[in-house]
């Protein structure tokens, strides 16, 4: 499920968005300030020789952002979907599932 899209230069300015759902605008200030800023991910954003599918995705608690940074332009694609929930709600929504229906 798409939750949004996103294009924003690196300095943060919001190019164009579609948003499918609310959520805050904290948590592309947080992208912004973590991976680009502070490059606290598991490799440098800016990198030359990196590809969009070699970007590890951005993880919080609730939502995963995956990127794409286009240096010559200065944008960067965001595209943020939800988490899905934990294996152990599901089978215990499943359960309650079949036993609704017996």
Do not use: C
């Not at 606290?40 to 993880?59: C, E, H, L, V």
């Not at 990127?67 to 943020?80: A, H, N, P, Q, S």
């Amino acid at each position: 499920m798409l939750d949004a899209f996103e294009i924003i230069t690196t300095s943060g300015v919001v190019l164009w968005s579609r948003s499918y759902t609310q959520v805050s605008s904290s948590l592309i200030n947080s992208f912004i300030s973590d991976v680009f800023i502070e490059e606290k991910g598991a490799n440098a954003a800016t990198r030359d020789d990196q590809s969009a599918a070699t970007n590890p995705p951005y993880k919080t608690d609730q939502h995963t952002l995956k990127y794409t940074f286009v240096k010559e332009l200065g944008v960067i694609f965001v595209v943020r979907n939800p988490n899905p929930p934990p294996l152990p709600l599901l089978l215990l929504l499943l359960l309650l599932l079949l036993l609704l229906l017996s």
